[in-house]
């Protein structure tokens, strides 16, 4: 009987003690919600991640513009393609648009691995992408993620040649998503914000 009431208060005190410690593990999520939400940029640190913004558009393409042209090297285009996909946020996607012979225009949406793959395989003798100046980059709002989320707005010239003959040609206007994240820096073990790349839209697809 002894044994048996001993149990009881054993069960008891062990429900007891788990009971009182899920409130505390809501209690710690709760604060690191909290503490991710009072993470904020000021506005002298917005300025500085939109020149980044501007900074990482252009390498990107100085990237294509390498990995297109079939005139480089492979060694430099390939090294031209891993470069890029560094500048990118994970999952990002590519749209690509193409004018049909009717006049309508296709889009569709590709892994930016396998964008950039299929860029360097094009069944063109020769292709030039060219970009013009940067556009407009949109202002930074901050997303329920605790993320910074802007757009860049770019005008890209593709041409395809078979031989001598121009085959295909247009100007694309291109939304680029941009993404400011608070990442882990392994190197000086802390978090510190970077600025990556995001999906890509095709929004406007004219002949040239």
Do not use: C
Not at 9 to 28: D, M, R, W, Y
Not at 79 to 88: D, N, Q, S, T
């Amino acid at each position: 009987m002894k044994k048996r009431y001993l149990l009881t208060l054993l069960t008891v005190g062990l429900l007891v003690s788990v009971s009182a410690q899920e409130p505390t593990k809501t209690a710690a999520s709760s604060k690191e919600a909290k503490i991710v939400d009072e993470i904020n940029l000021s506005d002298s640190d917005i300025d500085v991640f939109k020149e980044q913004t501007k900074q990482k558009v252009e390498e990107f393409q100085q990237h294509i513009v390498t990995i297109g042209s079939k005139d480089q090297p492979a060694e430099k285009r390939n090294m031209a393609e891993k470069e890029a996909l560094k500048l990118f946020f994970k999952g990002a996607e590519m749209q690509t648009s193409v004018i049909m012979p009717d006049g309508s225009v296709t889009i569709q949406s590709r892994p930016m691995e396998k964008y950039l793959a299929r860029l360097k395989s094009l069944p063109y003798t020769a292709v030039v992408i060219k970009f013009y100046d940067l556009v407009y980059i949109s202002s930074f709002t901050k997303g329920p993620d605790g993320r910074y989320y802007s757009s860049a707005t770019v005008i890209q010239e593709f041409t395809g040649f078979t031989g001598d003959n121009l085959v295909y040609k247009d100007v694309t206007k291109k939304e680029i998503e941009i993404v400011i994240d608070l990442v882990e820096d392994k190197f000086f073990n802390e978090k510190k914000w970077r600025v990556f790349l995001g999906n890509i839209k095709a929004t406007e697809t004219k002949k040239a």
